[in-house]
């Protein structure tokens, strides 16, 4: 069974830093691409930011490049999301999901970041 488990939201000031993390079990991690998702209370599910199974192409949603990282560490099973100069139409639930070919199969509950002015 895969499980996707997501930590490190929480509340931050415009401004700060927050580090997520998703931790993915019962797959080959290093075989699939990633994503991360956010939705913010009554607004459609969004797309923040994919990594590739190796890590070496990323692709950002035009609201975060510059801001929001991701990686992947397959040795753990694990991939991030690095946000800085946070804002607070950042603030929503953050999940992410494994990505097979073109479409994402598996999604974590989510974590839930906000962001105070």
């Known amino acids: 069974q895969v499980q996707l488990v997501e930590s490190g939201g929480g509340l931050v000031q415009a401004g700060g830093s927050l580090r997520l993390s998703c931790a993915v079990s019962g797959r080959i991690f290093s075989s699939y691409g990633m994503g991360w998702f956010r939705q913010a209370p009554g607004k459609e599910r969004e797309f923040v930011a994919r990594?590739?199974?190796?890590?070496?192409?990323?692709y950002y949603a035009d609201s975060v490049q510059g801001r929001l990282t991701i990686s992947r560490d397959n040795a753990k099973n694990m991939v991030y999301l690095q946000m800085n100069s946070m804002k607070p139409e950042d603030t929503a639930v953050y999940s992410c999901a494994t990505r097979l070919a073109a479409d994402y199969d598996y999604w974590g509950q989510g974590t839930q970041v906000t962001v105070s002015s």
């Open positions: 990594i590739s199974w190796s890590g070496s192409i990323t």
